[in-house]
């Protein structure tokens, strides 16, 4: 739990120099893993302008695998679903094995573009493993970031 309240506390003050961001938060993985029927929720009380849209996973080498399929779900203010896909986030290279990212120790940060059109229409995204295991081990975090 310390570590992951240092992430938050790490990036939060690392990016609040940074002009393009329009929205970024973090859920922290209370048991550094993510469990089959968990779903991290981001929600937003007024329409965001256009933006790009990253997901950040924080993970450690516990991981045991070379991706992170997951599925988003983007929601309008009435709980209608407008969009879902599934997305694969490479978080270690394929070759060495290497992690990718930015990270210290044993633990890495990894950004990835999500396909998201335009953030005015929705109100919430829904993120949720799909790796088929009811416990995925070695993911702390999961946030979204939307940039100019």
Known sequence: ??????????????????????????????????????????????????????????????????????????????GKEIESQLVNIPLFESTSGKPLGTGYGNTYARFDTLPIESGENYRSIHFVQYMRLENLRGIEAVGLKRVK
């Open 1 to 78: 739990m310390k570590r992951i309240f240092l992430f938050v506390m790490a990036t939060a003050m690392l990016c609040a120099c940074d002009s393009d961001r329009v929205f970024e938060k973090y859920q922290g993985m209370e048991s550094q893993s993510w469990i089959l029927n968990d779903t991290v929720s981001f929600h937003f009380e007024d329409p965001l302008e256009s933006s790009a849209s990253l997901i950040a996973v924080k993970y450690n080498q516990d991981y045991e695998f070379r991706n992170l399929y997951l599925r988003y779900f983007l929601l309008d203010s009435a």
